[in-house]
């Protein structure tokens, strides 16, 4: 069994999704920072300066607690509806989803170009030497 899980781990494949899940997650940190520190200003500038992730509807008694400190009302536990945050959160998922399509996008391209400097496949190569030997 020890065998098998070690020839399991050294296959191309898991090293690569390794690399692929700690380097998303470095990513997802730019691509929050994109999104908290350049996107959603301008957005909120757009929209009357609005602050999207303090934007809130509160569902519960806040007690003593300030009604407008989103974040000390979630910290507290009391009901709210954060819709600021979905917002933020989907304009990140938007963001990341796009760069995504384009890196495989340059990638599929790049591969093109690859197959198309490879020259004649092995297919085109025996139909040539089929074809040279039926002349004969």
Same mark, same amino acid.
């Given at each position: 069994? &020890? ?6 781990? #050294? ?5 690569? =999704?390794?690399?692929? !899940?700690?380097?998303?997650? #470095? ?17 909120? %500038? !757009? *929209? ?12 519960? +008694?806040?007690? /003593?607690?300030?009604? $407008?400190?989103? #974040? %000390?009302? @979630? /910290? #507290? ?7 600021? %945050? ?5 304009? $990140? *998922?938007?963001? =990341?989803?796009? !760069? ?5 996008? &340059? ?5 093109? @170009?690859?197959? /198309?400097?490879?020259?004649?496949? /092995? !297919?085109? =190569? =025996?139909?040539?030497?089929? +074809? ?5």
């Amino acid at each position: 069994m &020890w065998n098998e899980f070690k020839d399991f781990i #050294a296959k191309g494949n898991v090293m690569e =999704l390794a690399v692929a !899940v700690i380097i998303g997650g #470095a990513f997802a940190t730019v691509v929050g920072s994109l999104t908290d520190d350049v996107i959603m200003p301008i957005i909120g %500038a !757009v *929209f009357g300066g609005a602050d999207f992730s303090s934007m809130f509807i509160l569902l519960g +008694d806040p007690g /003593e607690i300030d009604p $407008n400190n989103y #974040a %000390a009302l @979630k /910290e #507290a536990g009391v009901a709210t509806l954060g819709y600021g %945050a979905f917002i933020t959160a989907i304009i $990140n *998922f938007l963001i =990341l989803a796009f !760069v995504i399509f384009m890196l495989v996008k &340059w990638v599929n391209k790049i591969m093109a @170009k690859k197959e /198309e400097d490879a020259g004649p496949s /092995e !297919v085109d =190569l =025996l139909t040539e030497i089929r +074809d040279a030997l039926k002349k004969d």
